[in-house]
Protein backbone atom coordinates (compact mmCIF):
# COMPACT_ATOMS: atom_id res chain seq x y z
CA UNK A 1 0.00 0.00 0.00
CA UNK A 2 1.08 3.81 -0.93
CA UNK A 3 0.74 5.70 2.53
CA UNK A 4 1.73 9.05 3.72
CA UNK A 5 1.79 8.83 7.85
CA UNK A 6 2.06 12.13 10.30
CA UNK A 7 1.66 11.32 13.76
CA UNK A 8 1.20 14.27 14.76
CA UNK A 9 -1.90 16.62 14.09
CA UNK A 10 -0.38 19.53 16.40
CA UNK A 11 2.92 20.39 16.90
CA UNK A 12 3.68 23.71 19.80
CA UNK A 13 7.41 24.67 19.85
CA UNK A 14 8.92 27.81 21.59
CA UNK A 15 10.45 30.55 19.23
CA UNK A 16 14.30 29.61 18.91
CA UNK A 17 13.70 25.98 19.88
CA UNK A 18 14.56 22.88 17.14
CA UNK A 19 11.49 21.79 14.79
CA UNK A 20 10.91 18.16 13.93
CA UNK A 21 7.91 17.18 12.12
CA UNK A 22 7.64 13.71 11.56
CA UNK A 23 6.44 11.81 8.09
CA UNK A 24 6.67 8.40 7.38
CA UNK A 25 6.12 6.73 4.07
CA UNK A 26 4.98 3.56 2.61
CA UNK A 27 6.14 2.94 -0.93
CA UNK A 28 7.47 -0.02 -2.81
CA UNK A 29 9.37 1.52 -5.14
CA UNK A 30 12.07 4.38 -4.84
CA UNK A 31 10.00 7.27 -3.47
CA UNK A 32 9.85 11.17 -4.78
CA UNK A 33 8.61 12.84 -1.63
CA UNK A 34 7.87 16.25 -0.79
CA UNK A 35 6.75 18.80 2.08
CA UNK A 36 3.71 21.48 1.40
CA UNK A 37 2.85 23.88 3.54
CA UNK A 38 -0.21 26.54 4.17
CA UNK A 39 0.29 29.53 6.18
CA UNK A 40 -2.21 31.44 7.35
CA UNK A 41 -4.53 33.00 4.72
CA UNK A 42 -2.18 32.01 2.21
CA UNK A 43 -2.15 28.97 -0.66
CA UNK A 44 -0.83 25.75 -0.12
CA UNK A 45 3.22 25.61 -1.50
CA UNK A 46 5.66 23.72 -2.01
CA UNK A 47 8.45 23.81 1.12
CA UNK A 48 10.78 21.41 -0.26
CA UNK A 49 11.25 18.40 -2.42
CA UNK A 50 14.05 15.65 -0.93
CA UNK A 51 15.72 14.82 -4.74
CA UNK A 52 16.63 18.61 -4.75
CA UNK A 53 18.25 18.26 -1.15
CA UNK A 54 18.11 22.42 -0.71
CA UNK A 55 17.25 24.50 2.89
CA UNK A 56 14.16 26.53 2.10
CA UNK A 57 13.72 28.95 5.10
CA UNK A 58 16.14 26.46 7.03
CA UNK A 59 14.16 23.81 6.72
CA UNK A 60 15.85 21.01 5.58
CA UNK A 61 14.30 16.79 5.13
CA UNK A 62 16.27 14.04 4.47
CA UNK A 63 14.78 10.64 3.36
CA UNK A 64 15.59 7.31 4.97
CA UNK A 65 15.06 4.61 3.55
CA UNK A 66 15.45 2.41 5.78
CA UNK A 67 12.74 3.99 8.66
CA UNK A 68 10.73 5.23 5.42
CA UNK A 69 10.98 8.78 6.56
CA UNK A 70 11.08 12.31 5.47
CA UNK A 71 11.02 14.48 8.67
CA UNK A 72 11.18 18.07 8.54
CA UNK A 73 13.54 19.70 10.53
CA UNK A 74 14.36 23.44 11.39
CA UNK A 75 17.02 23.85 14.23
CA UNK A 76 15.37 27.12 15.62
CA UNK A 77 12.23 28.03 15.07
CA UNK A 78 10.69 31.57 14.30
CA UNK A 79 7.37 32.62 14.56
CA UNK A 80 6.50 33.02 11.02
CA UNK A 81 6.84 29.10 10.49
CA UNK A 82 3.77 28.86 12.21
CA UNK A 83 1.35 26.98 9.68
CA UNK A 84 0.69 23.88 8.06
CA UNK A 85 2.28 21.06 7.20
CA UNK A 86 1.82 18.17 4.79
CA UNK A 87 4.09 15.44 3.59
CA UNK A 88 3.10 14.19 -0.15
CA UNK A 89 4.63 11.19 -2.01
CA UNK A 90 4.60 10.67 -5.79
CA UNK A 91 2.83 7.41 -6.08
CA UNK A 92 2.89 4.71 -8.81
CA UNK A 93 1.18 6.26 -11.17
CA UNK A 94 2.48 9.41 -10.59
CA UNK A 95 0.12 11.07 -8.36
CA UNK A 96 0.97 13.00 -5.10
CA UNK A 97 -0.45 10.61 -2.10
CA UNK A 98 -0.86 13.52 0.98
CA UNK A 99 -0.39 12.74 5.13
CA UNK A 100 -3.09 14.57 6.89
CA UNK A 101 -0.74 17.34 8.08
CA UNK A 102 0.60 18.82 11.13
CA UNK A 103 -0.33 21.98 12.55
CA UNK A 104 2.75 24.06 13.58
CA UNK A 105 2.50 26.73 16.26
CA UNK A 106 5.26 28.40 17.00
CA UNK A 107 5.03 30.61 20.89
CA UNK A 108 6.58 33.30 21.21
CA UNK B 1 -0.51 33.32 -6.57
CA UNK B 2 -3.47 34.47 -8.51
CA UNK B 3 -2.37 32.47 -11.36
CA UNK B 4 -4.87 29.81 -10.27
CA UNK B 5 -8.19 31.02 -9.51
CA UNK B 6 -11.42 29.23 -8.64
CA UNK B 7 -15.09 30.07 -8.10
CA UNK B 8 -17.05 30.33 -6.00
CA UNK B 9 -14.78 31.02 -2.83
CA UNK B 10 -17.94 29.82 -0.89
CA UNK B 11 -20.87 27.95 -1.46
CA UNK B 12 -23.89 26.75 -0.14
CA UNK B 13 -26.18 24.32 -1.40
CA UNK B 14 -28.77 21.62 -0.56
CA UNK B 15 -29.19 18.22 -0.89
CA UNK B 16 -30.12 16.76 -4.33
CA UNK B 17 -28.65 19.94 -5.95
CA UNK B 18 -25.99 19.91 -8.85
CA UNK B 19 -23.33 21.93 -8.79
CA UNK B 20 -20.13 23.11 -10.64
CA UNK B 21 -16.92 24.62 -9.08
CA UNK B 22 -14.18 26.41 -11.82
CA UNK B 23 -11.10 26.41 -11.71
CA UNK B 24 -8.50 28.14 -14.02
CA UNK B 25 -4.92 28.93 -14.33
CA UNK B 26 -3.14 31.77 -16.51
CA UNK B 27 0.15 29.24 -15.81
CA UNK B 28 0.27 27.60 -19.00
CA UNK B 29 -0.08 23.49 -17.64
CA UNK B 30 -0.97 20.92 -19.02
CA UNK B 31 -2.00 18.99 -15.49
CA UNK B 32 -5.19 19.94 -13.71
CA UNK B 33 -6.31 18.41 -10.49
CA UNK B 34 -9.16 18.71 -8.01
CA UNK B 35 -8.88 17.60 -4.40
CA UNK B 36 -10.92 17.49 -1.68
CA UNK B 37 -9.62 18.32 2.24
CA UNK B 38 -11.45 17.34 4.94
CA UNK B 39 -10.27 18.15 8.76
CA UNK B 40 -7.82 14.85 9.81
CA UNK B 41 -7.63 13.30 6.63
CA UNK B 42 -4.99 15.89 4.40
CA UNK B 43 -5.94 16.37 0.43
CA UNK B 44 -7.25 13.39 -1.22
CA UNK B 45 -7.53 13.34 -4.91
CA UNK B 46 -10.85 13.46 -7.12
CA UNK B 47 -9.96 13.57 -10.75
CA UNK B 48 -7.00 14.96 -12.36
CA UNK B 49 -6.71 15.98 -16.13
CA UNK B 50 -2.70 15.60 -18.31
CA UNK B 51 -4.30 17.08 -20.89
CA UNK B 52 -7.38 18.47 -22.78
CA UNK B 53 -8.28 14.57 -23.83
CA UNK B 54 -7.04 12.85 -20.54
CA UNK B 55 -9.14 13.12 -17.84
CA UNK B 56 -8.26 10.40 -14.82
CA UNK B 57 -10.22 8.93 -12.23
CA UNK B 58 -8.46 9.68 -8.62
CA UNK B 59 -8.71 8.52 -5.32
CA UNK B 60 -12.10 9.36 -4.40
CA UNK B 61 -14.44 10.04 -7.58
CA UNK B 62 -17.20 9.05 -7.03
CA UNK B 63 -20.42 11.63 -6.97
CA UNK B 64 -18.62 14.05 -8.78
CA UNK B 65 -17.35 14.44 -12.97
CA UNK B 66 -15.26 17.27 -14.80
CA UNK B 67 -14.70 18.89 -17.66
CA UNK B 68 -11.65 20.33 -19.09
CA UNK B 69 -12.86 22.74 -21.35
CA UNK B 70 -9.42 24.21 -22.40
CA UNK B 71 -6.11 24.31 -21.31
CA UNK B 72 -6.36 26.71 -18.66
CA UNK B 73 -10.09 25.32 -17.38
CA UNK B 74 -11.18 22.52 -15.37
CA UNK B 75 -14.43 22.41 -13.67
CA UNK B 76 -15.69 20.31 -11.29
CA UNK B 77 -19.12 18.76 -11.13
CA UNK B 78 -21.23 17.42 -8.28
CA UNK B 79 -24.39 16.00 -9.90
CA UNK B 80 -26.52 15.75 -6.87
CA UNK B 81 -24.72 16.84 -4.13
CA UNK B 82 -24.95 15.30 -0.97
CA UNK B 83 -24.16 16.40 2.84
CA UNK B 84 -20.94 14.75 3.05
CA UNK B 85 -19.57 16.39 0.29
CA UNK B 86 -19.21 19.57 2.29
CA UNK B 87 -15.47 20.08 2.41
CA UNK B 88 -12.70 22.30 0.98
CA UNK B 89 -12.06 22.05 -2.09
CA UNK B 90 -8.51 22.86 -4.13
CA UNK B 91 -7.75 22.85 -7.45
CA UNK B 92 -4.20 22.39 -8.46
CA UNK B 93 -1.71 22.98 -11.90
CA UNK B 94 1.42 21.58 -12.66
CA UNK B 95 4.13 21.47 -15.98
CA UNK B 96 5.52 18.24 -16.91
CA UNK B 97 9.38 18.43 -15.65
CA UNK B 98 12.30 16.34 -15.92
CA UNK B 99 12.45 13.17 -13.52
CA UNK B 100 8.63 14.04 -12.81
CA UNK B 101 9.62 16.71 -10.13
CA UNK B 102 7.05 19.33 -11.17
CA UNK B 103 5.57 21.16 -8.34
CA UNK B 104 1.92 21.70 -8.28
CA UNK B 105 0.71 25.42 -7.78
CA UNK B 106 -2.63 25.22 -5.99
CA UNK B 107 -5.97 27.69 -6.15
CA UNK B 108 -7.26 29.49 -2.72
CA UNK B 109 -10.16 26.81 -2.43
CA UNK B 110 -13.78 26.82 -2.81
CA UNK B 111 -15.64 26.08 1.13
CA UNK B 112 -18.48 24.03 0.15
CA UNK B 113 -21.38 23.40 2.35
CA UNK B 114 -24.31 20.91 1.42
CA UNK B 115 -26.88 21.08 3.91
Known amino acids: AQRVTQPEKLLSVFKGAPVELKCNYS??????LFWYVQYSRQRLQLLLR?????SIKGFTADLNKGETSFHLKKPFAQEEDSAMYYC??????????WGAGTKLIIKP | DADVTQTPRNRITKTGKRIMLECSQT?????MYWYRQDPGLGLRLIYY???????NKGEISDGYSVSRQAQAKFSLSLESAIPNQTALYFC??????????????FGPGTRLLVL
Open chain 2, 92 to 105: ATSGAAAGNQETQY
Open chain 2, 27 to 31: KGHDR
Open chain 2, 49 to 55: SFDVKDI
Open chain 1, 27 to 32: YSGSPE
Open chain 1, 50 to 54: HISRE
Open chain 1, 88 to 97: ALRGSNYQLI
